[in-house]
């Protein structure tokens, strides 16, 4: 199976990228979508995030409260590498199931972090100027522009990201032009199996 792994910082693009592909036909693996489902109601993630964090992170419907959570880990690195802790883990067996069951003709996996053991027949990093991420997280996450800033310091460093890259996109301009430019990558993954 032809893989082709897709990171990027928060609000780069990697969902459109993503949507991108799917719309090609090519199936998608998102580590974003498998941590939250693997964190609603009665799933494992659930369960064991309540175990270590307590109700206090409960919303009164009994859903985790995200909000709650990110302004939790963003504060306290230990709280972080916690939950990382027990996120990873069953993330990664999900992950390995989901790989395991594409069908298309080659396949994505999508994540916001990596791994020196992250194994791929290609890297796409997908990155943006920090103060056009800034712009997109106040935007779609409707939180202040100190916030939005802490968000990003808590990522993985952009250096450390690229450093993983096979293959680059900036996507700084518009969302026809960042097309264009996940076009171009489509063709040249198609062109190696």
């Known amino acids: 199976m032809f893989l082709v792994g897709v990171t990027g910082g928060i609000a780069t693009g990697k969902t459109l990228a993503c949507n991108f592909f ?59 590498d916690e939950l990382e802790g027990i996120m990873h883990p069953i993330i990664g067996e999900k992950t390995l199931e989901d790989v395991a069951k594409i069908k298309s003709k080659w396949g994505v996996y999508s994540a916001p972090i990596w791994g020196k053991y992250d194994n791929f027949n290609r890297t796409l990093v997908i990155d943006a100027p920090e103060k056009t991420q800034i712009e997109r997280i106040i935007k779609r996450d409707n939180v202040g522009e100190e916030e939005a800033k802490i968000i990003i310091d808590k990522q993985m460093s952009r250096h450390s990201r690229i450093s993983f890259a096979t293959d680059f996109i900036l996507n ?22």
Do not use: H, T
């Open 22 to 80: 799917k719309k090609k036909n090519i199936e998608i693996v998102d580590a974003d979508e498998i941590s939250r489902s693997l964190q609603e109601i009665g799933q494992k993630g659930y369960v064991e995030v309540i175990k270590a964090f307590g109700d206090e992170v409960l919303k009164p419907n009994k859903e985790l409260d995200k909000a709650k959570l990110r302004k939790i880990i963003f504060s306290d690195q230990k709280k972080k």
């Open 172 to 193: 700084d301009s518009s969302i026809e032009d960042f097309e264009r430019k996940l076009e171009f990558y489509f063709n040249f993954f198609e062109s190696q199996l």
